[in-house]
Nanobody, 116 residues
Framework: QVQLVESGGGLVQAGGSLRLSCTAS????????MGWYRQAPGKQRELVAS???????NYADSAKSRFTISRDNAKNTVSLQMNSLKPEDTAVYYC??????????WGQGTQVTVSS
């Protein structure tokens, strides 16, 4: 029922910035927790950041001081501002919507590549 589309990925140099955006096909209910995950080749998909409908955020240790997640329900979007990017951040980034772990939706992913 929910479709998510990511955009904003690309190739940047270490120390640079990118802003990822995710647009939902429908309105994003406050009942959904929205998040960004990433998966590098040969590695397990991992949580980067999440934000609840109440505005509570959670970040991976590697992202805590550099990334910022935000949501705009009026625009049906969730974004991830990434600063001070490192080569270790290279991965496919996926938008995620989670309704009490009963309904989970994923975007197709957007590639982020950080060169040294």
């Amino acid at each position: 029922q929910v479709q998510l589309v990511e955009s904003g990925g690309g190739l940047v140099q270490a120390g640079g910035s990118l802003r990822l955006s995710c647009t939902a096909s429908g309105s994003i209910s406050s009942s959904y927790t929205m998040g960004w995950y990433r998966q590098a080749p040969g590695k397990q998909r991992e949580l980067v950041a999440s934000v609840t409908g109440e505005g509570r955020t959670n970040y991976a240790d590697s992202a805590k001081s550099r990334f910022t997640i935000s949501r705009d329900n009026a625009k049906n979007t969730v974004s991830l501002q990434m600063n001070s990017l490192k080569p270790e951040d290279t991965a496919v980034y996926y938008c995620n919507a989670n309704w009490y772990s009963s309904y989970v939706y994923w975007g197709q992913g957007t590639q982020v590549t950080v060169s040294s």
